[in-house]
């Protein structure tokens, strides 16, 4: 392996400042490695292209770099090390996921380029499963992945050029798009109005049942330009979590409104 890149060496002192503290806290490895785990969700919560592989007793991360490689890190227990970085996407990498996309336990990690391309790669054995043709999408601006039709397999819904896909998550062929066109960079799938039945949320605003994909709601405002969906209030239901600006605003989907505005 050659010697680190800069972006990797930023990224692994922020590792390593994240957990000094906690590593003269731990008083054994268990205690070590909970802290440990937490600070990595809290870092791969702040990044779109850094990703931690759930439940892992590896520990492993994935980040994707700028000159557009994936780097799959694992946890010795008292540091990381590279097990594998993927062939180059060309392009700076603009969102890196890892998700169970069958619903069998084994987990993809999932990317895409600045120039639209989306890449699927088998975690373990780190072959390429599937991607996009070169020139089928110019661009993605959004991409998540959420279990749409209640079948316990995951689709990948994403928004290029303001058309939201879905597509399957085991053959990767597309079910949908939508004729309507987006401004939204962000997305977030869950049951936010407490019926039971899960809606695509829209930062630009509109909310779509998740499974027949018709428009159950607009609001007058965008929601936001990054997405989170949870229940803030303790009342069952989801509420939308929007920043925008450095602002944050919290919606109540089933009330329509803004909540505490
Ligand atoms: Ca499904
Ligand atoms: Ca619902
Ligand atoms: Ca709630």
Redesign the pocket.
Known sequence: MSSPSWSRRILLGVLAMSFSPVLLQGSGMEQTYAFFTDAVHLLASRYDTFAMVPNDPRGRVVYGSARGYLHLLEYTGTHYREIWVSPSHVTRLQKVLVADLKGDGTYQIITYNARGSLFIYDLERFGLIWRTPETQFRSIEALTVA?????????LLFLSEGRLYIY??QHFLEEWRSDAVYQASDLAVGDVDGDGQKEIVLGSGQVLDARFRTLEWENTLPFGDHLELADVDGDGKLEVIAGANQAVTIWDIDQRREKWD
Do not use: F
């Not at 279990?147 to 689709?155: F, I, M, P």
């Open positions: 279990d749409v039709d209640n079948d316990r397999q995951l689709e399957d998550g």
